[in-house]
């Protein structure tokens, strides 16, 4: 293998790798995004917010 036929088998994998994570995390954040109303939040909401999306986030991506 070439060092250009390597580089470009890298970028195809981080490629696929990254659209395998946007299609796992896009709708979790969609679904937050949904139902957050700036002009109603208070600090406890966003930690909370925050907590959720990394669990799920992290569930998607470590357990797919």
């Known amino acids: ?6 580089l470009n088998s ?3 994998l ?7 994570l946007n299609r ?7 679904r937050a995004l949904a139902t957050y109303d700036p002009a109603t939040v208070d600090d ?11 669990a799920d986030i992290g569930a998607a991506m470590f357990t797919a």
């Open 10 to 12: 890298k970028d195809d």
């Open 24 to 30: 796992a995390i896009t709708p979790i954040l969609e």
């Open 44 to 54: 406890e909401y966003l930690g909370d917010l925050n907590d959720a999306l990394r």
């Open 14 to 20: 981080l490629g696929r790798i990254e659209q395998q």
């Open 1 to 6: 293998m070439t060092e250009d036929e390597y």
